[in-house]
């Protein structure tokens, strides 16, 4: 065999084998796709359970004056600082439930603990940016991420572009977010109880 046919053999050879690998990456890619497929099916099933009870119950006459005039000023900064301390507390004892218990699957509530981080953020005058906000849900960054979208979606909260960042995503509440998380702690206080 002449070192010709000795190199057309090779490259026939690496041109099957070339081959094979493009025939498993195309397989690969194929059962990909199915998972990512599956995925999004069943993303888009959980979104369609959760817009199933989209209705929000209305504000208290009290809060809805306030929504409508669009005057948080009517709220002194003292009851701002009293709620936030609550929702400081609320969220501490939300952290050191699992802790206690040994078992961080008994507690969970992401779209809760996302929304008291925002108003924690929120009386505190500071931003609160998307992964802040995943990790203080305490769940995997998917989950919170998909909560977030729902509770976007539901208008409780609104996504701002970091002027000095831009790879970097703010997230605040709406005005009716804010409003419903100033109701529940006006509750509370007139309820006296500590919250959850």
């Not at 009290?62 to 609550?86: H, P, R, T, W």
């Not at 218990?101 to 609160?128: H, N, R, S, V, Y």
Request: charged share 30%; aromatic share 6%.
């Amino acid at each position: 065999m002449t070192e010709h046919e000795r190199q057309d053999r090779n490259e026939a050879r690496d041109d099957i084998d070339r081959e094979a690998e493009l025939n498993r990456l195309r397989t690969l890619a194929e059962e990909l796709s199915t998972i990512a497929t599956a995925l999004f099916d069943r993303e888009q099933a959980e979104h369609k359970l959760a817009r199933s009870s989209k209705a929000l119950p209305p504000l208290t006459p009290e809060i809805e004056e306030i929504v409508s005039s669009g005057d948080y000023a009517k709220l002194s900064a003292q009851d701002v600082q009293q709620f936030g301390d609550m929702a400081r507390s609320v969220y501490r004892g939300r952290r050191l439930r699992p802790r206690l218990f040994a078992d961080e699957a008994l507690f969970g509530e992401p779209a809760w603990d996302i929304l008291l981080d925002l108003f924690i953020a929120e009386t505190g005058g500071k931003p609160l940016s998307v992964t802040a906000a995943c990790i203080g849900a305490a769940v995997p960054t998917s989950t919170a991420l998909r909560w977030i979208a729902i509770l976007e979606e539901r208008g409780l909260l609104s996504r701002e572009n970091d002027p000095a960042d831009a790879r970097r995503v703010f997230l605040r509440l709406s005005s009716d977010g804010y409003a419903r998380m100033i109701t529940y702690f006006m509750a509370m206080q007139n309820e006296g109880a500590a919250g959850a």
